[in-house]
């Protein structure tokens, strides 16, 4: 009984040991047998350590225990980056469709005071090329009053354009499309500045962003169902590695337990008596 105890206690200790090392392997031991598995599979515009964030989050929770655990993880990881990747693209395709739904708006409705200025600039240059250097400022100037329609302005700056076989509306035309994208963008990036103005726009002519989005999801609905498709196949796998993982537990732990059973019962073998010498005689 005490033979069998001592075997026991050595057979636990090493089998809490062997769990402990596979349970908690090294990080570079890790990061080694990972990399069989290949880079990150990312595409352009998608950030490694993001990517190597949700990888050590998975690996934390899932804990594998060996390197066949590894590779199911592994799969979960990229399958996993897929999905979120799929369900950005998704957003982003609606997000862009609105934005384009915006500008046109936009160019429809953004007032002459808030693109003037760009025009104004564009002009100032434009002028500069036919003026000595030291009168820079007054191109300027001209070009300003040209914006603000002073009629000398305004025949002087023809007169210049027309030498270059250029015209004053292209010229407006660019400075409003540059703010109407410059707008659009700021917008899109939630700058507070752009986010009043646009909705004060939006505001006056009855409009709203949710119009523009729902229009956007309307016209890509085909490329969402799309796209929602793949983001099943893509979880569906994921799921799949998962419940291997589990399974492959589930198996071990059975196995760890007939391995204790088999040595307890080892360990109490019955064995019969040897008769003493002589007893039988008497």
Not at 12 to 41: M, Y
Not at 123 to 144: G, T, V
Not at 208 to 227: C, G, H, Q
């Amino acid at each position: 009984m005490i033979r069998f105890v001592e075997r026991r206690v050595a057979f636990v200790s090493r089998t809490n040991k062997s769990k402990t090392e596979i349970a908690a392997p090294s990080v570079p031991g890790r990061v080694q047998r990972l990399a069989l598995f290949g880079p990150p599979p990312l595409i352009e515009g998608e950030d490694a350590a993001v990517y190597d964030q949700l990888l050590a989050r998975i690996f934390a929770a899932v804990k594998p225990v060996d390197v066949i655990d590894e590779m199911f993880t592994a799969d979960v990881v990229s399958l996993e980056w897929e999905v979120l990747r799929l369900h950005r693209l998704k957003w982003s395709l609606i997000r862009a469709r609105g934005l384009e739904f915006l500008q046109d708006f936009l160019a429809k409705h953004l007032d002459y005071d808030l693109y003037s200025e760009r025009f104004v600039d564009d002009l100032a240059e434009i002028l500069q090329d036919d003026l000595p250097e030291d009168q820079a400022k007054e191109a300027q100037m001209l070009a300003y009053k040209c914006a603000r329609n002073e009629a000398d302005a305004v025949d002087k700056v023809n007169e210049i354009l027309a030498g270059k076989r250029l015209r004053l509306d292209p010229i407006l035309d660019h400075a409003k499309d540059h703010k109407v994208k410059e707008l659009a963008q700021e917008y899109a990036r939630r700058e507070p500045g752009a986010v009043t103005l646009v909705h004060e726009l939006l505001a006056g002519a009855g409009l709203s962003m949710d119009r523009f989005m729902a229009n956007a999801l309307v016209l890509k609905l085909d490329d969402i169902e799309r796209i929602d498709r793949l983001i099943t196949t893509a979880a569906s796998r994921r799921d799949a590695s998962l419940r291997e993982i589990e399974r492959r537990r589930a198996f071990l732990g059975e196995t760890l337990r007939r391995s204790v059973q088999e040595i307890e019962d080892g360990e109490f073998e019955v064995i019969e008596p040897t008769p003493a010498e002589g007893k039988n005689a008497a």
